[in-house]
Each structure stands twice: as C-alpha cells, then as structure tokens.
Nanobody, 118 residues
Framework: QVRLVESGGGLVQAGGSLRLSCAASGTSIFSRYNVAWYRQAPGKQRELVAAITSGAITTYADSVKGRFTISRDNAKNTVYLQMNSLKPEDTAVYYC???????????WGQGTQVNVSS
C-alpha cells in the first residue's frame, strides 16, 4: 500500500520560508507518479498549489507563482515544496497527493499545518 507522509510545516513570520517534504513508501515506482501539493484553509475548499509530473514538468497556482517551487528527488522517493516570501494567506493545511499508473490509484497524505503570521 502506498503511503505519503508530509513534514516541514510550522509557524513562520510573513516573508519567511519553509520547505515541505512528501515522502512516499510502499512503492518502487514513485518516480513514475505525478505528484501535487494541495492546501486547505479554514472554511475554504481544497485547492491545487503546485504539481510535478514524472518527467519533472511543473505547474503552479497563480497565487504562488514566483514564490513556491516544487521538485522531486526520485532516489529518495520524496517531493518537496519550497515556499518563499510567505504571506498570511498561505496559512493552510498542506496535503501531498499522487496518482498511480491506473485510474483507481490515488493517494493522499495526512497533511501538515503551515501558519504564517503577519
């Protein structure tokens, strides 16, 4: 069973940085999976923040372009989200999401809390 575990969240002041990690276990072909970071703020819907394909093509939400960078280290089965110039509106629970090679394979992590103070 594939398991995703996020880490790296915490409390930071506006303008600061954090790096989130999403470590995958239970699969030897994580490098072939597309992976994304989502976030959900209180009272809001979950939204896509950034995504990276198996070929390392990246996409970003307009709200984080130029501030966040998604990357992956296939040797470590880990995907990262480097978050710079954080704003209070970035406060949310951040979730790692991945799809396997078939349509029924979908995985979510448990989430990591990011709080940005003004």
């Amino acid at each position: 069973q594939v398991r995703l575990v996020e880490s790296g969240g915490g409390l930071v002041q506006a303008g600061g940085s954090l790096r989130l990690s999403c470590a995958a276990s239970g699969t030897s072909i994580f490098s072939r999976y597309n992976v994304a970071w989502y976030r959900q703020a209180p009272g809001k819907q979950r939204e896509l923040v950034a995504a990276i394909t198996s070929g390392a093509i990246t996409t970003y939400a307009d709200s984080v372009k130029g501030r966040f960078t998604i990357s992956r280290d296939n040797a470590k089965n880990t995907v990262y989200l480097q978050m710079n110039s954080l704003k209070p509106e970035d406060t949310a629970v951040y979730y790692c999401h991945s799809r396997g090679l078939t349509s029924d394979q979908e995985y979510w992590g448990q989430g990591t809390q990011v709080n940005v103070s003004s």
